[in-house]
């Protein structure tokens, strides 16, 4: 069973399509990359994955389920773009939360939380409040919230976004890692072509809310005769009349 | 229900509160600002008090130049005030007043023409007391009424003599004892001071206890509209814990926050009463300690705290409503403001209007609203009773709470309130465009 199928989904926001017919699939243990520009559809397939938003067309299964089912968000972990932390708590405080929203008060949780904090690597920064953060910071916090609860699907949306070379390279090490590690299926998405490369395993290529192409990413660029996944992307978007 | 979930959500919500000056600071002024009012009033009225005593000096401009003058001067001396006499001329009330001034007193007495004549013929003489106002404000001629009483007391004694009746006996006739009986109470006040100061408290603790639920609103508001700024709402959704388990441990995070701001305020209530009290009891006529005598009837009091408990929550749901549909803070607040006169309008009309003003059905309406049901009943169970509907009232009110709470976890969902959140913008931007 696949950990994530989506066929044919289409969304509508009033009269605007965002997507028109996506379709992919992640097989479980790998880490799959939906790569495109801003405005292609990533973040609204993630939202509708993780059961944020409703599809206005077509199907999504995720370990066979319905999105957004409470025991599908057992199963995983979203980690939105851009996204904020609770100014005025500790980042220890947040991922003891997060232990216990999963886990109760065993040693479960326990677990949980000493990964956290091992996958955050903050010291004793983590014991002050998250306003103090940095960005780079803040990331490292959101991306051990997602992983140390050992989801079997994390779902990543643009996990490097704003950040600058070194703290970008810290997180990407976080994700290689750690989802190898804890054999976590990895779903993300960036407009990043290299960080694709680099973290990928399969990838599917999406422009204006429909997917161009998909595969192996080594595969892919076989087929078009590209070196790498940005020159497959410009090829494919100027044939697509874009 | 995932009462580990619940508990872990509320403490995260209490914390992120607490620790938030937006949060925590107008609590604390709250706490603050009433007793530093109350002891700049107090330390003003005593200033104007020790004024009041402390002027004992009054000048005297004798017009009639007769006995009678003279005696007066000396009766005034008699009584402890030191006299000043004025050189008169042809000047006018002005000259004399600007001349007693240059002087250092603070009151003129000009005793007109004809004064001993009307005392011998037993008519009203004519005198003036002029205050000497160095700047105009609530206790510029407060030092008047010693001297006006001694004046009155040597006029009274000199219209009196022979006839018997002695001064104490004309100003006061009758062994009057002034009392009120409150009907819905049945209670007896020997004390005017005590009716005032229940006629204070019928005023004042309607409107504290809607301050109390625009505070726990605007708290609500301003905590759910951080979640959308900061974008932390879109990972709590995809947690495993249900909207509605969202829902209750935000309600029971802000709930323990506003307790907390409550007590600020009740606090600075108190504080502020306090020292209003410990003022002169001529001056104040003891509102506070009056206040603080008040007896509400146990199930008054007791449906007193539930309603304003339900009240509170119905406020921090609707409080949610408007930081949910709020793309940031600051729009938060922007529409909090105006929301919040639905509630402060209605407080007012129901501390300052008379109970007939709002006939039955008025009277009903504002009982079955959770939002104006504690403020009618405060002000019911202190100046008069609980309407015998008031449990069936309250059972209204409790559903409507539920009605809200119920309405807020649908509203808990990505998709419905972007979809609410765009619509909100389109019609805000239309608005823009068509006032222009």
């Known amino acids: ?70 025991r599908v968000r057992r199963l995983i972990s979203y980690l939105p773009e851009d996204a904020g932390t609770y100014r005025n708590i500790t980042g220890h405080e947040f991922l003891s939360m997060v232990a216990r929203l999963y886990f109760g008060r065993g040693r479960d949780a326990e677990e949980a ?36 609860v050992k989801p079997r699907l994390a779902v ?14 810290e997180v990407r090490e976080l994700v290689k890692k750690y989802a190898g590690e804890l054999g976590t299926t990895v779903l993300l998405s960036s407009h990043n072509m290299a960080e694709v490369e680099e973290l990928c395993t399969r990838v599917a290529l999406i422009h204006r809310g429909a997917v161009l192409e998909q595969g192996e990413v080594g595969e892919l660029l076989a087929k078009h005769g590209t070196r790498n996944l940005e020159e497959l992307f410009v090829k494919l978007v100027g044939g697509a009349g874009s | ?77 008699s009584k402890g005030f030191g006299v000043t006499l004025l ?75 022979g006839s018997g009746l002695s ?47 625009l505070v726990v609103m605007q708290m609500s508001a301003t905590a759910m509209a951080v979640e959308n700024e900061e974008r932390t709402l879109e990972t709590l959704l995809t947690l495993p814990v249900s909207r509605f388990e969202i829902l209750l441990s935000k309600l029971l995070g802000m709930f323990a926050v506003s307790l907390i701001g409550t007590a600020f305020e009740m606090v600075g209530m ?14 104040t006529q003891q509102p506070g300690q009056a206040m603080l005598q008040i007896a509400v009837a146990p199930f008054d009091a007791a449906f007193l705290a539930v309603s304003l408990l339900l009240s509170l929550l119905f406020m921090a749901a609707l409080g949610l409503i408007v930081g949910a549909l709020s793309r940031d803070v600051r729009i938060a607040n922007t529409v909090a403001g105006p929301l919040s006169m639905l509630v402060y309008l209605p407080a007012m009309f129901i501390a300052f209007a008379p109970s007939e003003a709002l006939g039955p059905s008025g009277s009903a309406l504002l009982y079955a609203l959770p939002v104006t049901q504690p403020v009618i ?40 309130l972007s979809e609410l959140q765009h619509k909100l913008s389109s019609v805000a931007r239309r608005g823009r465009g068509g006032g222009r």
């Open chain 1, 1 to 70: 069973m696949p950990a994530v199928e989506v066929k044919e989904l289409v969304k509508d926001f009033g009269i605007f399509r965002a997507l028109q017919g996506v379709s992919f699939k992640v097989e479980e243990g790998e880490v799959f990359g939906l790569v495109g520009p801003n405005g292609a559809g990533k973040t609204t397939t993630f939202r509708i994955v993780v059961g944020l938003l409703r599809p206005t067309a077509g199907e999504v299964k995720v370990f066979g389920m319905e999105p957004g089912d409470v």
């Open chain 1, 113 to 148: 939380l000493e990964l956290g904090l091992k996958i955050a690597g903050l010291g004793e920064k983590v014991h002050e409040k998250m306003k103090t953060y940095s960005k780079g910071m803040k990331r490292r916090i959101q991306v051990a919230r997602a992983l140390m």
């Open chain 1, 156 to 169: 990543l949306d643009e996990p490097t976004s704003g950040l600058d070379v070194l703290q970008a390279r």
């Open chain 2, 1 to 77: 229900m995932n009462f580990e979930a619940l508990k872990a959500l509320a403490a995260k919500e209490f914390k992120d509160l607490i620790r938030d000056p937006r949060i925590v600071v107008p609590f604390v002024l709250s706490a603050v600002v009433m007793p530093v009012a109350g002891l700049l009033i107090a330390s003003t009225m005593q200033v104007a008090v020790r004024q009041a005593i402390e002027t004992r000096t009054v000048a005297l401009a004798d017009l009639d130049r007769s006995n009678a003058s003279q005696q007066l001067a000396r009766w005034l001396e």
């Open chain 2, 87 to 161: 050189e008169v001329g042809e000047t006018g009330e002005a000259e004399l007043a600007r001349e007693a001034a240059d002087r250092g007193v603070q009151l003129l007495l000009v005793v007109e023409p004809g004064f001993e004549q009307a005392l011998r013929s037993g008519v009203k003489p004519k005198l003036k007391l002029v205050a000497l106002v160095k700047e105009v404000g609530m206790f510029g001629a407060l030092g008047s009424a010693a001297v006006a009483e001694a004046v009155r007391e040597f006029v009274a004694s000199k219209l009196l003599e």
């Open chain 2, 167 to 213: 001064y104490e006996l004309v100003r006061d006739p009758a062994e009057l004892r002034e009392l009120a009986y409150v009907i819905p109470k049945g209670v007896l006040f020997s004390n005017p001071a005590l009716l005032a100061g229940l006629s204070m408290a019928v005023l004042l603790i309607p409107i504290i206890l809607a301050s109390v639920a």
């Open chain 2, 270 to 283: 108190l504080l502020y009463f306090y020292l209003l009290a410990s003022l002169p009891a001529a001056l």
């Open chain 2, 377 to 416: 009943a405060a002000k019911d169970a202190i100046g008069s009773s609980l309407p015998p509907a008031a449990p069936a009232y309250l059972a209204v009110s409790l559903a409507a709470t539920i009605a809200v709470v119920y309405a807020v976890s649908k509203l808990f969902s990505l998709e419905l």
